[in-house]
């Protein structure tokens, strides 16, 4: 994770294709910054209740996809 304040590249270790793909499907826009980074840009005026709902569907994309590769 590399960053400042909100705005932040999250390094995933797997291609952020897939990912980005799986967020779309939870309704989160994130931009791909590079194969297997993501950034995150909330606006400034992002409420603490986003900032929850953000972190708990990146956990849950997450978490589905550790779940996938330990299926294979």
């Not at 589905?64 to 590769?69: I, M, V």
């Amino acid at each position: 994770v590399k960053g400042m304040g909100l705005l932040i590249g999250l390094d995933l270790g797997i291609t952020s294709k897939k990912f980005n793909e799986k967020a779309f499907a939870n309704k989160l826009l994130l931009i791909p910054a590079g194969e297997n980074v993501i950034r995150v840009l909330p606006p400034l005026n992002v409420s603490d209740e986003e900032i929850d709902l953000l972190i708990e569907k990146l956990t849950s994309i997450l978490t589905a996809l550790k779940e996938e590769k330990e299926e294979v």
